[in-house]
């Protein structure tokens, strides 16, 4: 199973960014997906969650400008980020609690990390 985020970059304050994840691989089911963030010289942070029913939470920060969503369909979560702040800068990683199975009958779970995609947000 892989993980595999987009959607980082470089954006004023004030502005917008949309982070995906896909998840891929031996897939039965996904419960709870989040996306963290781990600022420069910081531990990383929970930012947003979602269940499998959608039931969203966010860190205080961020709540009213951020908005977590999920496409099962695609095994996808998106991150949309609204009116983005210089303290918003960090590498975003998606992660997702995955049930999987690679030997026929046998089905396991753990979660699993994306790489992480940079956004910077400039005063």
């Known amino acids: 199973v892989q993980l595999q985020a987009s959607g980082g970059g470089l954006v004023q304050a004030g502005g917008s960014l949309r982070l995906s994840c896909a998840a891929s691989?031996?897939?039965?089911?996904?419960?709870?997906m989040a996306w963290h963030r781990q600022a420069p010289g910081k531990q990383r942070e929970l930012v947003a969650s979602?269940?499998?029913?959608?039931?969203?939470t966010y860190e205080d920060s961020v709540k009213g400008r951020f908005t977590i969503s999920r496409d099962d369909a695609e095994n996808a979560v998106y991150l949309q980020m609204n009116n983005l702040k210089p303290e918003d800068t960090g590498v975003y990683y998606c992660?997702?609690?995955?049930?999987?199975?690679?030997?026929?009958?046998?089905?396991?779970?753990?979660?699993?990390w994306g790489e992480g995609t940079l956004v910077t947000v400039s005063s």
């Open positions: 979602i269940t499998s029913r959608g039931v969203t």
């Open positions: 691989g031996d897939i039965i089911s996904i419960n709870d």
């Open positions: 992660n997702a609690e995955v049930a999987f199975s690679r030997t026929p009958g046998v089905i396991r779970g753990r979660p699993f």
